[in-house]
């Protein structure tokens, strides 16, 4: 038996009014299809609280070890970077070219990040058919790719790690091989 008796939610909080001031003392409690469950609403809305906490974690850990990746690249390079710096390159010069490969680095790792996460919803759609008692479907998602893509920039900008120790190197001149000439180095 189907009804076509259409209740507005005016026309619900307006019989929830009424009811609670005709029998104030009843102790009942109104529930209506926005509200059916409100333990249950109450628990969705902890764990995705939880979530959050545990997705932004998993940011900052990522980012600490993005720091880390650098610090160590970069103390590799020291003995190239003191090359440079002895031929006369700038330290602003240095500073781009390292800067420039970090970037590129970060800027490929971010793509295939995205393309994963696009391809993510499908593989799992595939694997997980015969378990799953509805069809999934899969589909890419360009608002929470969209998302996803200003976050991983934002937590390596904000989690840097201390800058290195200046390391001095001396040239030697051509004529006497003296150390005359001395640079600075700052990763």
């Given amino acids: 038996m189907k009804s076509d008796v259409k209740i507005s939610a005016a026309d619900i909080a307006a019989i929830r009014e009424g009811a609670l001031e005709a029998f104030p003392e009843a102790g009942w409690s109104i529930r209506d299809r926005a509200n059916a469950a409100p333990a249950l ?11 959050t906490l545990v997705g932004l974690t998993a940011l900052v850990v990522g980012g600490v070890g993005v720091a880390n ?45 995205l393309v994963v996460a ?4 499908h593989a799992t759609a595939f694997f ?15 608002g929470a790719l969209a998302l996803a893509d200003p976050i991983k920039p934002t937590t390596s900008q904000a989690i ?16 006497t091989g003296s150390p005359n000439v001395t640079s600075t180095i700052s990763p």
């Fill in 41 to 51: 609403s109450s628990n969705i809305e902890r764990f995705s609280q939880f979530l």
């Fill in 69 to 113: 990746a650098v610090r160590a690249y970069l103390d590799s390079k020291r003995g190239v970077i003191a090359t440079f710096k002895s031929l006369g390159a700038s330290g602003r010069l240095v500073f781009a070219i390292y800067l420039s490969q970090i970037l590129a680095i970060a800027g490929i790792a971010i793509v295939m990040g």
């Fill in 118 to 121: 696009a391809l993510m919803p």
């Fill in 128 to 142: 997980l058919a015969d378990l799953m008692p509805v069809a999934a479907g899969a589909s890419i998602y360009p």
């Fill in 160 to 175: 840097r790690s201390p800058r290195a120790p200046s390391m001095e190197t001396r040239a030697p001149t051509a004529r």
